[in-house]
T-cell receptor, first 111, second 113 residues
Framework: KNEVEQSPQNLTAQEGEFITINCSYS?????LHWLQQHPGGGIVSLFM???GKKKHGRLIATINIQEKHSSLHITASHPRDSAVYIC?????????????FGKGTHLIIQP | KAGVTQTPRYLIKTRGQQVTLSCSPI?????VSWYQQTPGQGLQFLFE???????NKGNFPGRFSGRQFSNSRSEMNVSTLELGDSALYLC????????????FGPGTRLLVL
């Protein structure tokens, strides 16, 4: 079973700061997911990536397959970015697997 | 295109009862995965269905079961409820499986008393 670890668990920052959340996993994977969960429970998929880097607005996700590590960056952070960010990888690495999740990073952006 | 819907949104049951939760995926999506979220364990994979077949199952007891219908709608059932089954149950759909972008439903919040 893939073990997924995230850091930090909690992060409080000021508006405008550059944010980095890290994720490492133990088993080679076909793709890694970054998810965002707001209070109330709804989960939105931010990125799914298998190599390199993806960018969407102020969000950037990178992955290093050899090092089994991924990062999520938020540029020019804003209070509306406050949420829980979760990375997820296939259960045993394969494409048909369910996902195994990190514990999440609770991000608070203060105005 | 309508998103993933889950019913009911909230449910209160007592120990020993059983419960059935429903998930309607995005039209055209054939894969439905179910997850349990608790404060202690976080998000955990329950099972995944594709074209009415269970392809994968997480590490949960046999009290947790599911099925998928020909229209891709899925149900999960929990029998003999325990207090520890109180959780947010989420389903997610995709075209072919969990290696693709997952579209999550709003979840069903189950409270077992």
């Amino acid at each position: 079973k893939n073990e997924v670890e995230q850091s930090p668990q909690n992060l409080t920052a000021q508006e405008g700061e550059f944010i980095t959340i890290n994720c490492s996993y133990s088993v080679g994977i076909s793709a890694l997911h970054w998810l965002q969960q707001h209070p109330g429970g709804g989960i939105v998929s931010l990125f799914m990536l298998s190599s390199g880097k993806k960018k969407h607005g102020r969000l950037i996700a990178t992955i290093n397959i050899q090092e089994k590590h991924s990062s999520l960056h938020i540029t020019a952070s804003h209070p509306r970015d406050s949420a829980v960010y979760i990375c997820a990888a296939p259960y045993s690495g394969g494409g048909a697997d369910g996902l195994t999740f990190g514990k999440g990073t609770h991000l608070i952006i203060q105005p | 295109k309508a998103g993933v819907t889950q019913t009911p949104r909230y449910l209160i049951k007592t120990r020993g009862q059983q419960v059935t939760l429903s998930c309607s995926p995005i039209s055209g999506h054939r894969s439905v995965s179910w997850y349990q979220q608790t404060p202690g364990q976080g998000l955990q994979f329950l099972f995944e269905y594709f074209s009415e077949t269970q392809r994968n199952k997480g590490n949960f007891p046999g009290r947790f079961s599911g099925r998928q219908f020909s229209n891709s709608r899925s149900e999960m059932n929990v029998s003999t409820l325990e207090l520890g089954d109180s959780a947010l149950y989420l389903c997610a759909s995709s075209l072919m499986g969990p290696a693709e972008t997952q579209y999550f439903g709003p979840g069903t919040r189950l409270l077992v008393l």
